[in-house]
């Protein structure tokens, strides 16, 4: 499996606190049946945490070996979590904020939690206009895609593909969220499920029971492409490519 979100790079932001901490988080992710650990650093994030690609490479080196050491097969790669704001085409194509594979031309964003930016259409149209295609990460924990998943329907179709996160299928982070990704799966719109791990205690790795969920609504094959091939194409940036239609015009997505 491919965890596409997580929160591993040790002390660069809310993730794992210490190298002990993150290797912890390999070692649960291993067993849980993981091949491949994408770990996304906080980018832009409003509570100040905003990794550099030079400060990620550096820390995500020291994980490797470290990782080597302890014995763990298991790939980890480097991407990043954007936080949602007006310059994400400048901080791309400068190579300052990072897409989720060295090169590549899928992004991983994260929307504020309790709205819809009121730009997020025109920001959307003008990334994929350049080549970008946006990854949402865990819409089901937003407020107005909870409150009206048909949004993320109007995004998706949009060409926007969707990332919901383990712990939210499996109840941890509450009744709401739990109830919005398992109407994202019914629609038919979400590709990705990921961890978004961020510690091996409250919010460890783990993607096998998520996946047992999400079969009982998708089917298993499908729910196992979530995991596997789903995650394989967008690191390889073989997702079909981004829509064309102007989202800014788009009065669907907000309404």
Known sequence: MIDLHC??????????????AALAML???AADGASTMVTTPHQRHPAGYDVT???????LEELRAAAREAGLDI??????????????LVGLESGRLLPLSPGGRHVLLELPVTFLPPHLPEAIFELQTAGYRPVLAHPERNFELIARPAAARAL???GVLMQITAQSLTGAFGRASRKA???????GVVDVIASDAHNPDRRPPGLRAAVKAAAKIVGPARAEEMVTEGPALILADRVGPPGRTNVA???????
């Open 249 to 255: 015009g788009a009065g669907d997505v907000r309404g």
């Open 27 to 29: 070692r649960i992710a």
């Open 75 to 88: 790939e980890i790669r480097l991407g990043a979590e954007i936080h949602f704001a007006e310059d994400l």
């Open 7 to 20: 929160h591993l790079l040790p002390g660069v932001d809310d993730g794992a606190p210490t190298l002990a």
């Open 53 to 59: 690609p030079e400060r990620a490479a550096a820390v």
């Open 181 to 187: 990704a398992r109407k994202l799966l019914t629609l």
């Open 156 to 158: 998706r179709e949009k």
